[in-house]
């Protein structure tokens, strides 16, 4: 009986020292890894059997509170209350807005960044098939605009506004989108719903979603959107805001 009893023990104990080979050996492959952290790297990652969140948790645990300026993760720009552009910041591909129906104001050329905005036309095309006219409110909003906006409305919520600078809508990335009957997009339209079910279709996300204001720093918007591509099925189907999906599924190497 003692024997069978220490050839189990043995036997657990060279499958947990396996075990953590394997792990040395993949964690060790990322960019990120710290040898001087490789205990709390294998602790926590038996909790959460995710190489990239361990990383990320161990290696910078203060995503959420520290800032940087412009700062791209793989290839998204993250714009949000503490990462935010310089003043000279113009993103290389703005296009001049023209083929869908668009908020038309004096001495305002609409821009948006030439793949966002070719996704866009198809979103509102989509839209349109299905009797829904929808407006562009805003999209790229340049620097200079931000500090105009920020003179003229000097008492502000702060879960709608940014400073100068941490404005989405300076990545020429952004969309505020409205509809010709009912004004900005709110939950209780039709325009809304049909936004809520497609627009990751088309590479766009609800920047700012009920219930994340804690992680994104704004109140609800139904209104604004994001594009980011690809990846918006992957957020969209997982219910994340663009922080979590960087946090969760991109090595931060900064
Ligand atoms: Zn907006």
């Known amino acids: 009986m003692k024997k069978i009893l220490i050839i189990?023990?043995?036997f657990l104990l060279s499958s947990c020292r396996s075990d953590f080979i394997t792990f040395k050996k993949n964690?060790?492959?990322?960019?990120?890894?710290?040898?001087?952290?490789?205990?709390?790297?294998?602790e926590l990652y038996k909790t959460n059997?995710?190489?990239?969140?361990t990383l990320n948790l161990i290696n910078h645990p203060t995503f959420y509170t520290t800032s940087y300026n412009?700062?791209?993760?793989?290839?998204?720009?993250?714009?949000?209350?503490?990462?935010?552009?310089?003043?000279?910041?113009?993103?290389?591909?703005?296009?001049?807005?023209?083929?869908?129906?668009?908020?038309?104001?004096?001495?305002?050329?609409?821009?948006?960044?030439?793949?966002?905005?070719?996704?866009?036309?198809?979103l509102f095309m989509d839209a349109k098939s299905q009797n829904i006219?929808?407006?562009?409110?805003?999209?790229?909003?340049?620097?200079?605009?931000?500090?105009s906006l920020w003179k003229t409305t000097?008492?502000?919520?702060?879960?709608?506004?940014?400073?100068?600078?941490?404005?989405?809508?300076?990545?020429g990335l952004a969309v505020d989108i409205s509809t010709i009957d009912e004004g900005l997009t709110s939950t209780?339209?039709?325009?809304?719903?049909?936004?809520?079910?497609?627009?990751?279709?088309?590479?766009?996300?609800?920047?700012?979603?009920?219930?994340?204001?804690?992680i994104t720093g704004y109140a609800y918007e139904p209104w604004h959107f994001?594009?980011?591509?690809?990846?918006?099925?992957?957020?969209y189907e997982n219910n994340l805001t663009l922080e979590e999906y960087i946090y969760n599924y991109i090595e931060i190497k900064q």
């Open 49 to 53: 059997n995710s190489y990239i969140l």
């Open 188 to 214: 209780k339209t039709k325009a809304y719903e049909y936004l809520e079910k497609n627009a990751y279709k088309y590479g766009f996300i609800l920047r700012y979603p009920k219930d994340k204001t804690d």
């Open 70 to 122: 412009q700062i791209y993760y793989n290839d998204i720009l993250l714009v949000n209350k503490l990462h935010g552009l310089t003043k000279d910041f113009i993103p290389k591909n703005l296009v001049e807005v023209k083929n869908i129906n668009f908020v038309k104001r004096t001495n305002e050329i609409m821009m948006l960044d030439k793949v966002a905005l070719t996704n866009l036309e198809l």
């Open 8 to 10: 189990i023990f043995l």
């Open 27 to 42: 964690i060790s492959s990322y960019k990120s890894y710290n040898p001087n952290h490789l205990k709390d790297y294998y």
């Open 133 to 147: 006219d929808l407006l562009l409110y805003s999209a790229y909003r340049s620097y200079d605009k931000q500090l």
């Open 154 to 171: 000097p008492t502000f919520d702060n879960l709608y506004k940014a400073v100068p600078g941490y404005s989405e809508h300076q990545t």
């Open 226 to 235: 994001r594009y980011v591509g690809s990846i918006s099925t992957f957020i």
